[in-house]
């Protein structure tokens, strides 16, 4: 209760539109299994949470404007994604898995924007949603989409192999569970964009989870991402996304070192020394001669 008590308006507002939309629709999709399937209930069901969703958004719009309503449809979208992913997660076929795929990705976007609310606040924007994170990340989201609509329909077989599809969403809450950490771990610290630029309140993080590994956020990210698609069972798109992954990550790590290693200099080199990247093969960047680097008090790049 503190938390949501101390919390900026713009995150008890996410919270608020995510919680509204959540129910409205959980009631709206399981409305006809609690009264029985009824033909007049067919539009309360089916065609009722796409009406609900604009009259909220037409009070929404009508309530609030600028940031704050741009944090609201947003947080109102994501509560209404995660109802729509716990009702495909009852049918009793291949589309139970994309429900729980489905939950699975509306809550790593919802927490993420959470996460920032609570932790650094200053730096709070409506793209810590990570919605609009880049075009590769849409283009990859629609092609595992194609993939398990394609299989579902001509190799529907192939997607009742729940046991394994159970292991990949432990993968992500697994990953999203590590990725928070190091949220919290390095409250002010931590940003979604790689900093160029050292403020006077920086500090190289070294406790909790960075004990463990030097990038746990991008770790976390690294296996939730993989596990989205074994949740899926897309075979496929488990090794595009393995391999797209591994290659976004080195060369996010080997740019975001050699940034710190240019903030913290000898203090960064102990780090590495001490504590692996924590991702697969991703060696990160360790300057050659460092030590008659750090003589000449020079980095070369």
């Not at 209760?1 to 539109?17: D, E, H, L, T, W």
């Not at 009824?38 to 929404?60: D, K, M, Q, R």
């Not at 790593?108 to 609570?118: K, N, P, T, Y």
């Not at 880049?134 to 283009?139: A, K, R």
């Amino acid at each position: 209760m503190n938390i949501i008590r101390n919390m900026c308006p713009a995150g008890k507002q996410a919270v608020s539109c995510f919680m509204i939309s959540l129910i409205m629709f959980t009631i709206s999709f399981f409305s006809g299994t609690a009264l029985g399937y009824a033909s007049e209930l067919w539009a309360l069901t089916y065609w009722g949470p796409a009406l609900y969703f604009c009259l909220f958004n037409f009070v929404l719009r009508y309530s609030y404007k600028g940031f704050i309503y741009d944090v609201s449809v947003r947080a109102a979208f994501l509560g209404a994604v995660f109802a729509t992913g716990l009702y495909l997660s009852t049918f009793e076929d291949g589309l139970s898995i994309f429900g729980l795929y489905v939950m699975v990705l509306s809550m790593f976007h919802f927490s993420e924007f959470m996460a920032m609310a609570i932790t650094n606040p200053r730096t709070l924007t409506v793209d810590s949603f990570i919605l609009n994170h880049s075009v590769q990340y849409g283009v990859a989201a629609v092609a595992s989409w194609t993939e398990f609509a394609l299989e579902y329909y001509f190799f529907p077989d192939m997607k009742t192999f729940y046991w394994i599809s159970y292991i990949g969403a432990f993968m992500c809450v697994s990953g999203e569970l590590l990725r928070k950490a190091a949220m919290f771990t390095a409250k002010d610290n931590f940003t979604h964009v790689v900093q160029f630029v050292k403020r006077p309140e920086h500090k190289l993080v070294t406790c909790g989870v960075y004990a463990l590994c030097r990038h746990p956020s991008y770790v976390g990210w690294f296996y939730w991402s993989i596990g989205t698609q074994i949740t899926l069972l897309n075979p496929l798109c488990v090794l595009l996304y393995a391999l797209a992954s591994f290659v976004f990550f080195r060369e996010r790590v080997y740019a975001e070192e050699l940034t710190l290693l240019s903030f913290f200099g000898e203090q960064y080199v102990q780090y590495q020394r001490k504590v692996s990247t924590g991702l697969p093969f991703i060696q990160g960047y360790v300057p050659e001669n460092v030590n008659q680097n750090l003589k000449n008090d020079h980095w070369s790049y």
